[in-house]
């Protein structure tokens, strides 16, 4: 599997952004997919997680009621809707994956759990 982050960009605080994640491979409709950011001198941050199916998403405290991730496995894509952002938000953004048996219906917050990851995309949120 191999993952392509997009839609980064300067943004002002209160506004909006859509991240997509678009991956190649047959098995991407078995993967959950997490979103994780990384700020100069921080360490990464688990942002968001959906599951294989789409029926079940977990966020991070900092984004919650903000942030929407969500996926179109015929499009091979997942996306990460933002709004209200922040100045505080202002991070690379990546997207990762892994493969899960079917019944595993959960997202997976723990990034040593991903297998793939994409490039990163760099989201700026100016005040």
């Known amino acids: 599997v191999q993952l392509q982050a997009s839609g980064g960009g300067l943004v002002q605080a209160g506004g909006s952004q859509r991240l997509s994640c678009a991956a190649s491979g047959r098995t991407f409709g078995r993967c959950a997919v997490g979103w994780f950011r990384q700020a100069p001198g921080k360490e990464r941050e688990f942002v968001a997680a959906i599951s294989w199916s789409g029926g079940s998403t977990n966020y991070g405290d900092s984004v919650k009621g903000r942030f929407t991730t969500s996926r179109e496995n015929a499009k091979n894509t997942v996306y990460l809707q933002m709004n209200n952002l922040k100045p505080e938000d202002t991070a690379v953004y990546y997207c990762?994956?892994?493969?899960?048996?079917?019944?595993?219906?959960?997202?997976?917050?723990?990034?040593?759990?991903?297998?793939?990851w994409g490039q990163g995309t760099q989201v700026t949120v100016s005040s």
């Open positions: 990762a994956a892994a493969v899960v048996d079917p019944f595993h219906t959960v997202p997976i917050l723990n990034s040593a759990r991903y297998t793939y």
